[in-house]
């Protein structure tokens, strides 16, 4: 079965840094574009990210751009997203999600605090 394992969530202060990794399994990674969204506390889960099959393409919320970075290395089956600059607002649990037609598969998230 499809199955989403994120890690590297955690306590950062402003201007800080993180890389989060969703190893995934059960389908054929590389034959599947890749996303990530956040879910703040009170708010609507929001697209963060998503990179294509081989990672030659990537699209960004707008309030990520030029902060954060998706990647992936198909040979792990893991994407990745290097996020920098890091902002008390993107404080939220970050998830990991596959379309693997008909069926939308999403891990059980990872929490990044910002604060001070």
């Known amino acids: 079965q499809v199955k989403l394992v994120e890690s590297g969530g955690g306590l950062v202060q402003p201007g800080g840094s993180l890389t989060l990794s969703c190893a995934a399994s059960?389908?054929?990674?590389?034959?599947?574009?890749m996303s990530w969204y956040r879910q703040a506390p009170g708010k609507e889960r929001e697209l963060v990210a998503n990179?294509?099959?081989?990672?030659?393409?990537?699209n960004y919320g707008d309030s990520v751009k030029g902060r954060f970075a998706i990647s992936r290395d198909n040979a792990k089956n893991t994407v990745y997203l290097q996020m920098n600059n890091l902002k008390p607002e993107d404080t939220a649990v970050y998830y990991c999600n596959a379309v693997v037609w008909p069926w939308s598969y999403w891990g059980q998230g990872t929490q990044v605090t910002v604060s001070s």
């Open positions: 059960g389908f054929t990674f590389s034959s599947y574009a």
């Open positions: 990179i294509t099959r081989a990672g030659g393409s990537t």
